[in-house]
């Protein structure tokens, strides 16, 4: 009986939930990140890659980068804090948006 009265405390403790971040992210916004397009048509015509992904990142103050190569399924969901890049079957860019 003593040894479940020093345990039992332990197992409390293993149920709590961990206090929420002062600053919880809402799905679809990274605080501080709101997509915005004008700029970004400059890159229309590049080549993909990782340095133009994260100048084209920049541009549009997104958090997040999608790329979209020929024949992928996109989610429809909304997302102000990324920006979505469409690809030719050769890797050039040819459309970006916001979302």
Do not use: N
Not at 8 to 27: D, K, R
Not at 67 to 77: C, F, K, Q, S
């Amino acid at each position: 009986m003593r040894k479940m009265l020093v345990v039992f405390p332990v197992l409390l403790g293993a149920c709590s939930t961990a206090p929420a971040p002062a600053e919880t992210p809402v799905h679809g916004e990274t605080p501080g990140h709101t997509c915005r397009q004008d700029g970004t048509d400059q890159f229309v015509g590049q080549t993909r890659s990782d340095a133009v992904g994260a100048q084209i990142k920049q541009v549009s103050h997104a958090a997040v980068l999608r790329w979209a190569p020929p024949g992928i399924m996109l989610t429809m969901d909304f997302r102000a804090d990324r920006v979505t890049v469409w690809l030719d079957a050769a890797d050039k860019i040819t459309k970006i948006r916001c979302g």
